[in-house]
Nanobody, 124 residues
Framework: QVQLVESGGGEVQAGGSLRLSCVAS????????MGWFRQAPGNDREFVAG????????YYADSVKGRFTISRDNAKNTDYLEMNTLKPEDTAVYYC?????????????????WGQGTQVTVSS
């Protein structure tokens, strides 16, 4: 079992920045791909970014490419999502997720563990 706890959400004006953190406890953090998803009101949850176990492979949704950066610190059992140049359409609940699939998957079914979510609100 892996428990995930996100932090760092909040309200920011368009063009601003936020950094989300996800702390994992339980089984070996470095055994999992880590990812971030988000869900806006009325929308399905969507993939945002993913990082491989070593941190050597990154993958982003087109909507955030060039603005968001995912990273991880295996010594601290933590991964991060740095979000820059935020837009009102980035407003959503952001979820941290862990996968033992062995690759970075964009579909939810490959992700076994989920955090409780943290709200990000971007005002115009």
């Amino acid at each position: 079992q892996v428990q995930l706890v996100e932090s760092g959400g909040g309200e920011v004006q368009a063009g601003g920045s936020l950094r989300l953190s996800c702390v994992a406890s339980g089984r070996a953090f470095s055994s999992y791909e880590m990812g971030w998803f988000r869900q806006a009101p009325g929308n399905d949850r969507e993939f945002v970014a993913g990082i491989s176990r070593s941190g050597g492979t990154l993958y982003y949704a087109d909507s955030v490419k060039g603005r968001f950066t995912i990273s991880r610190d295996n010594a601290k059992n933590t991964d991060y999502l740095e979000m820059n140049t935020l837009k009102p359409e980035d407003t959503a609940v952001y979820y941290c997720a862990a996968s033992g699939a062995g690759f970075i998957a964009t579909a939810e079914r490959w992700w076994q563990y989920w955090g409780q979510g943290t709200q990000v609100t971007v005002s115009s």
